[in-house]
């Protein structure tokens, strides 16, 4: 990048502003070997009906998501509402081995896990990566998904980020 080229905000208000923009909250999930694996990812988007495609961005240096390439498919699961303790767990650094302990999941039809009670699932392969910047875009195929899978008929309401803090939802309108 040449002087000309640098931008007139830091990395703090680059985080700072952008942080005002609110997310859906998901644990994108996968397999290492015969290990579940997964961290948690807001950038998680719909991108295509036909072929139906979607895509989230992990950091490039993610030993995480360098385990979930190598398989080849991972699995969205957004959080409900009722689940902020997995965003924060799924987030840490340093407990990658001990993400799942107490967490209930079944392998979908890719064997990505499905975590029990997400508001939904989407399983899919690996497409496509693009580097951009220091993330990297994963396009996904979707192979399967389901929604409001075991909440007994009442659909669940989601979990949301916004300014750093985790809330929930409310219709207005
Ligand atoms: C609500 C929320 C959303 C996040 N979204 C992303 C994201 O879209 N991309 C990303 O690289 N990290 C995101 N993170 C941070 C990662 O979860 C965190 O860096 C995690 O440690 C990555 O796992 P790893 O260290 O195993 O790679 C998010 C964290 C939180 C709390």
């Not at 993400?99 to 496509?128: F, K, L, M, N």
Request: glycine share 10%; aromatic share 10%.
């Amino acid at each position: 990048m040449s002087d000309s080229d640098d931008p007139i905000f830091d990395s703090k208000q680059f985080r700072t502003v952008l942080g005002h923009f609110p997310t859906g909250v998901t644990i994108v999930s996968g397999m290492d070997g015969d290990s579940p694996v997964g961290f948690t990812i807001g950038s998680f988007t719909s991108v295509s009906l036909d072929p139906p495609l979607v895509g989230f961005l992990p950091m490039a240096s993610s030993a995480t998501w360098e385990a979930i390439e190598r398989s080849g498919s991972f699995c969205v699961n957004v959080l409900s509402r009722d689940q902020a303790d997995l965003c924060w767990k799924f987030a840490k650094s340093d407990n990658e081995s001990d993400r799942y302990d107490d967490v209930a999941w079944h392998p979908a039809s890719t064997g990505s896990p499905i975590i029990d009670r997400a508001v939904a699932w989407i399983d899919c392969t690996i497409e496509q990566v693009y580097e951009m910047g220091d993330h990297l875009f994963v396009l996904g195929r979707v192979v399967a998904l389901e929604a409001d899978a075991d909440h007994d008929g009442n659909g669940p309401f989601p979990l949301l980020f916004f300014k750093g803090t985790l809330g929930g939802f409310a219709a207005e309108g």
